[in-house]
């Protein structure tokens, strides 16, 4: 299950992402072994209905081919999401890769698979109650990426 949304209508958007996170959740309790990839702020690209409209929404696209190397699900790049909306955006985006058990299938890392099994409840505990204040996690995976390009 991949899940994006626009996020233009907020208040609307976020009664759906819960009733998203809530079936997720249904699905991962009825189904312990199922993967839900992510739950992620779409990226406008050239040629979509949604490039256009977001445009209308103040979004600048990136001018050079090597500006779009910033874009991921995981990096929000869109001006209407700003302050404490981008924020609770960003810790639902970010829980929701730990809510299932993906990490064995994706990393080597005994060690970073032990991390996001540790994780997985704070994660779940976030997306269950929508409790997205104090996303300390957040930006501990933010430092986690930043030195991890670095390198």
């Known amino acids: 299950m991949v899940l994006f949304y626009d996020w233009f209508s907020l208040r609307k958007r976020y009664r759906e992402v819960k009733k998203t996170i809530d079936l997720a959740l249904r699905i991962l309790k009825e189904n312990p072994k199922a993967k839900i990839s992510s739950i992620a702020c779409f990226t406008p690209y050239p040629g979509t209905q ?23 699900t995981d990096n929000i790049n ?25 990490a064995k299938d994706v990393v080597d890392s005994k060690f970073i698979n032990f991390l996001a099994n540790l994780y997985r409840p704070v994660a779940l505990f976030r997306l269950k109650h929508q409790f997205y204040k104090f996303p300390l996690d957040v930006y501990i995976g933010k430092l986690i990426r930043e030195k991890k390009t670095e390198l």
């Open 50 to 72: 949604l490039f256009e409209e977001s445009k209308k929404y103040g979004y600048a696209p990136p001018q050079k081919l090597v500006d779009w190397s910033s874009y991921a």
């Open 78 to 102: 869109v001006p209407w999401l700003v302050g404490k909306k981008k924020k609770k955006v960003e810790a639902i985006q970010f829980a929701s890769l730990f809510m299932d058990q993906k």
